[in-house]
């Protein structure tokens, strides 16, 4: 019987490998393509655990599916998830387009590192098929660029907190802008953004292109200079069932205009912050 398990195991890598019409790799066994594109995006950054040390001293061997920040998929071998959000090390530095050799990057989490007051890069634009992109609290800055429209596959988009100490936030100047947000619109995959501490006064459209996101579950857009909702929104607001956390807090949204709206943006929240 276990024979015949272990042929049946063998028989499905084979027919999974011929499917994925790749060639399949341990885990442990990275792409030297892709190898080569994690170092020269090394190259560009420091990263320094809390001894001081170099966090990616790990990025030597050949093995580059079991560096740190690394997950490679277990059948292809291609590199699908960077995260360098750990609390015990921090990444510092300027963000090297070698990511784009990355072609199979689902995942990229950046939270909580320090890219001095950089600007998000526009080639993120074009990493396709990522579902997730975390640039919290990293110390970006400047205007979002709008290429981030072309993330069709993004679930999870969070560019909030990038504004210092979260207790001196209400008196720094806000350090991300954006103008309209039609941009968001084309990410239909959405279930959670997080623009927290955006300055979103000229996004007159924003009200909108929340409506509009179908699968969105969670949304945050605290201290973010929200204008406010205009009748005409009202009347092209679309009831959803997805949407059940919101944060629209230190906005100061009339409660004229935030309420009708609410009313035909959601009939399923659970949680809802509008102080």
Avoid at 4 to 30: G, M, N, P, W, Y
Avoid at 66 to 77: A, E, F, M
Wanted: charged share 15%.
């Amino acid at each position: 019987m276990s024979s015949l398990r272990s042929h049946k195991l063998v028989l499905f890598f084979a027919i999974s490998c011929l499917l994925l019409q790749e060639k399949c790799t341990d885990a442990s066994e990275c792409r030297q393509s892709e190898r080569k594109a994690l170092l020269e995006f090394k190259h560009s950054l420091q990263a320094m655990n809390s001894s001081g040390n170099d966090a990616l001293s790990s990025w030597k061997s050949e093995e580059c599916c079991l560096w740190l920040g690394v997950n490679c998929n277990r059948l292809t071998g291609y590199v699908e998830m960077l995260g360098f959000s750990d609390r015990l090390w921090v990444v510092a530095g300027t963000i090297s387009p070698s990511l784009l050799k990355l072609h199979h990057l689902t995942s990229l989490n950046l939270n909580s590192n320090d890219f001095n007051g950089s600007l998000i890069p526009e080639f993120f634009g074009s990493l396709k098929k990522l579902k997730l992109l975390d640039l919290s609290n990293a110390n970006f800055r400047g205007p979002i660029p709008s290429l981030l429209g072309n993330l069709s596959m993004l679930e999870t988009l969070r560019l909030g907190g990038n504004g210092g100490d979260v207790t001196y936030r209400h008196n720094l100047k806000k350090i991300f802008s954006v103008g309209k947000l039609e941009w968001l619109s084309h990410l239909s995959r959405l279930k959670e953004v997080d623009l927290s501490f955006t300055n979103l006064s000229n996004a007159n459209d924003w009200s909108q292109v929340i409506s509009h996101l179908p699968l969105l579950q969670n949304l945050s857009l605290r201290h973010c200079d929200l204008p406010s909702i205009s009748s005409s929104s009202l009347s092209l607001a679309n009831s959803s069932t997805s949407l059940t956390y919101l944060d629209l807090s230190d906005n100061n949204l009339p409660s004229s205009a935030i309420y009708p709206w609410l009313f035909n943006v959601s009939s399923n929240l659970v949680s809802l912050d509008l102080l």
